[in-house]
């Protein structure tokens, strides 16, 4: 089902992957593609995980983010399987928009208020899903210096978006934050993929 394109001020939000490849237009700040992931995924056990975070050429990384699940501690199972290949769906999908060979990949199990200012990120473009919990909070406009900002908008669990960093624009970076959650008992699970020149040989 096609959901029809909608434009704000900065962002352009539609229905399709396609729809991030508008992060390439110099008045796009953040490409939102909206959908919806699998109900699978809500059997994943996110008591003794670790996070996730290396670096791989997007040739290498099935058997990289399957080692990094595996260190990690994710159970294997169906949910696991859903994820490993959304991610590789995911990182590809970047990989292409951006013209990189290497991306940088983190899974991160949130439960405090991380990133809970609005902030704009030093990349040039950063993709953020939250598979888990409540999805990202960001600005439709640049008021971020305002203390109770008026535009908050806040993406939906297994929304994609790619958010254009200050290095791509220092202008009109997109502006987010993690929702704050701390002390509420809820969980987040999210992925972060960045672009990244070289492999990780740590």
């Known amino acids: 089902m096609s959901v029809a394109v909608r434009e704000r001020s900065i962002a352009l939000i539609a229905g399709n992957t396609e729809t991030l490849n508008a992060i390439r ?5 953040i490409a939102l593609w909206e959908r919806v992931v699998s109900s699978s995924l809500s059997k994943l056990n996110l008591d003794s995980i670790a996070d996730v975070r290396f670096t791989a050429s997007v040739d290498a990384l099935p ?3 399957s080692d990094a699940l595996d260190e990690a501690d994710h159970q294997r199972g ?6 490993h290949k959304d991610i590789l769906v995911l990182a590809n999908r970047f990989a292409q928009v951006m013209e990189t060979e290497y991306v940088e990949i983190r899974l991160e199990h949130i439960t405090t208020n991380a990133c809970r200012k609005f902030h704009t990120d030093y990349v040039t473009a950063r ?4 598979y888990l919990g409540q999805g990202t909070e960001w600005l439709d406009s640049d008021e971020h210096g305002n203390s109770e900002p008026s535009n908050v908008q806040q993406m939906r669990t297994g929304d994609v978006a790619l958010f254009k ?7 009109a970076p997109a502006v987010h934050r993690s929702p704050p959650i701390e ?3 809820e969980e987040r ?3 972060v993929i960045n672009p990244a020149r070289f492999r990780d040989t740590d």
């Open 63 to 65: 058997d990289a983010l």
């Open 127 to 130: 993709l953020i899903t939250t």
């Open 189 to 191: 699970l999210v992925l």
């Open 78 to 83: 169906s949910a696991r399987d859903i994820l």
């Open 183 to 185: 002390g509420t008992g």
């Open 25 to 29: 237009d110099e008045s796009v700040s």
């Open 165 to 171: 960093g200050r290095l791509w624009s220092s202008h």
